[in-house]
């Protein structure tokens, strides 16, 4: 099954500044997460806390993607950045 993604305006200020290489990864990985069967290889995890109502994944061994689940099938992007993403939503 596929997902949809929808990209909120903060995913796209945060992805525009990002080095083109990384841009090129995350572009990669996102390709990636639209097929479920690949969700445990981007450790897709749900998040805890206050961000309990968000999920991320790994997009390397320092920058993650956190995202919202709309619905079954389809998601909003909403940042991506390093480990410090997280303080992004506090």
Do not use: C, T, W
């Amino acid at each position: 099954m596929k997902i949809n993604i929808g990209y909120k305006p903060s995913f796209i200020r945060k992805f525009n500044k990002l080095p083109k290489g990384l841009q090129d990864e995350v572009v990669e990985k996102i390709e990636l997460f639209k097929e479920i069967s690949n969700h445990q290889r981007l450790e897709v995890h749900k998040l805890k806390g206050i961000l309990k109502k968000f999920y991320g994944f790994s997009v390397n061994y320092r920058d993650r993607i956190v995202f919202e689940d709309m619905s079954e099938n389809e998601v909003a992007l909403l940042a991506v950045s390093d480990h410090e993403i997280y303080k992004l939503f506090l």
